[in-house]
């Protein structure tokens, strides 16, 4: 079973264009903000996707475990008419906390009207049991900036005040180039759609492997948020976007830099520890691909290679 995607999201020239994010309220102090509070909030997850695992990577650097709830959903999509998650891997197939089976449940319990694809990362307010939050391209910085009265002791700053403008206008090149970049071509729907996001990946993966020559992260010797959003994409593209999305000029391990860098970060806190290839490969190659017709799931790689020595610690530029 493949992704059915909103009529929006797939132009006339075969272009995909990702949907808006419908609930856009940030968190904050100020009136109609989404208030701070320890405890309050459940954020629903599912491993495979990109966007909800950097805002996991994020609660975990920063200490957050303990402030903000988890619910984690089914790498595999339910056998239904629509493009759901479903909480299959909880006792009684129900997230224990929300007691719904499905992400769907939470969407339309919280505004019967939405007609959008039911996405993670999904921040529900555990008083009112609605989804309040679900825009994935703030919400890690919601988690740095607005939470960090629950910050544990010694974490890091990873938007730094005189970096943010050069984090910001890197993110969005991220965003078009790299982490949607990659969706552009797999769910493109002509030939000419395709190819335009084929070069636009692998053209921002060169400036990439470039950039990563001369410093250790992308903004020198300290992990930022644009290192994070940067990380979820490489994990997932040997296992998944080379060969699902017809990305296959090169692998990541093709990339000297790129690749000693990832490895670099799936060795530290935060990184490695949420990231879940088999969830990941189970979700690409047997629900997402209408490519792969028997239900083949691939053995490989041997994910042992992620652990081997980076050398990026100890290399001076």
């Not at 904050?28 to 909800?52: H, K, S, T």
């Not at 957050?64 to 339910?78: A, F, M």
């Not at 078009?176 to 993966?205: C, D, M, P, T, W």
């Not at 490519?291 to 001076?316: F, V």
Request: proline share 5%; with cysteine.
């Amino acid at each position: 079973m493949s992704t059915k995607f909103i009529k929006e999201e797939v132009k006339a020239d075969g272009r995909f264009e990702r949907q808006k994010n419908h609930f856009t309220t940030p968190f904050g102090n100020e009136e109609g903000q989404l208030p701070v509070e320890a405890g309050r909030y459940r954020i629903l997850w599912a491993p495979v996707c990109p966007w909800a695992h950097r805002s996991i990577i994020v609660r975990r650097i920063l200490g957050l475990e303990n402030v903000i709830s988890v619910g984690t959903l089914d790498p595999i999509r339910p056998n239904i008419e629509r493009t759901d998650w479903s909480f299959t891997l909880d006792e009684n197939e129900e997230d224990p906390v929300l007691k719904i089976k499905y992400l769907s449940d939470i969407y339309l319990s919280t505004d019967p009207e939405y007609q959008g694809r039911f996405t993670v990362p999904c921040v529900v307010d555990l008083k009112t049991k609605k989804v309040v939050n679900n825009d994935y391209f703030n919400l890690t910085k919601y988690w740095e900036l607005e939470w960090k009265e629950f910050h544990k002791e010694g974490a890091p700053d990873l938007y730094p005040v005189e970096r943010r403008e050069e984090i910001d206008e890197l993110n969005d090149i991220l965003f078009h180039e790299i982490n949607n970049g990659v969706y552009k071509a797999g769910f493109a729907r002509s030939q000419e759609a395709y190819e335009e996001a084929y070069e636009l990946v692998f053209n921002r993966l060169d400036w990439l492997e470039e950039r990563l020559s001369h410093q250790r992260y992308l903004f020198g010797d300290q992990i930022t948020e644009s290192d994070i959003r940067l990380y979820v994409t490489l994990a997932r593209f040997d296992v998944a976007y080379h060969n699902g999305f017809l990305l296959n000029r090169n692998k990541l391990i093709d990339f000297p830099n790129l690749w000693a860098y990832a490895r670099d970060l799936y060795q530290q806190e935060g990184f490695g520890d949420t990231t879940d290839f088999d969830a990941i490969k189970k979700h690409y190659h047997l629900c997402c691909l209408s490519t792969n017709p028997y239900g083949l799931l691939p053995k490989g790689p041997d994910l042992s290679i992620w652990n081997t020595p980076h050398g990026r610690d100890r290399q001076i530029y």
